[in-house]
Every structure is written in C-alpha cells, then in structure tokens.
C-alpha cells in the first residue's frame, strides 16, 4: 500500500499547483499567451469556430516529458 500512498500524495500536490497556477494566470505573463500561440489553428466563419492548440500541446508534451524524466529519476 506504500506506493499507492505515495502515488495519491504526488497527485495531490500536483492538483495544488496547478490549482495556484490557475489561480494565479492574470499575474503571470507567459500563461496568457498559453493557448493563443502563433501555429495554433483558428478558423471562424459565420456560426462557426475551430480551434486546435498544435504548438501549445507541442509545448505542453514537452515540459511535461521533461518533469516527468526528472521525477521517475
């Protein structure tokens, strides 16, 4: 059961930090950017939007392959 004890407290901490960087977008920069990066698809036509994010979850694999290979060390 230590594992799964471990495993419930890294998400639990995890869920708190996003939770603060939610909270605290409108003071950083760089988060209001996130989502609306040059390379993300938007189409609009009457009565009709598409968007898909293609850099942001670019760079969002790639910060969290890099968090991910430093915790599993």
């Known amino acids: 059961m230590a594992p799964l004890g471990k ?3 890294i998400f639990g ?3 708190v930090a996003v939770g603060l960087v939610m ?3 409108d003071k ?3 988060l ?3 989502g ?3 390379g993300d698809l938007v189409i609009e036509r009457e009565h009709f939007r598409f968007y898909f994010p ?3 979850s670019i760079i969002l694999s790639i910060v ?3 968090l991910l290979n430093i915790f599993r060390k």
């Open 28 to 30: 950083l920069p760089f």
């Open 36 to 38: 609306r990066l040059p």
């Open 54 to 56: 293609i850099v942001t």
């Open 64 to 66: 969290l392959t890099i």
């Open 13 to 15: 901490v995890v869920l």
């Open 32 to 34: 209001n950017r996130l």
């Open 7 to 9: 495993l419930l407290i």
């Open 23 to 25: 909270l605290f977008s």
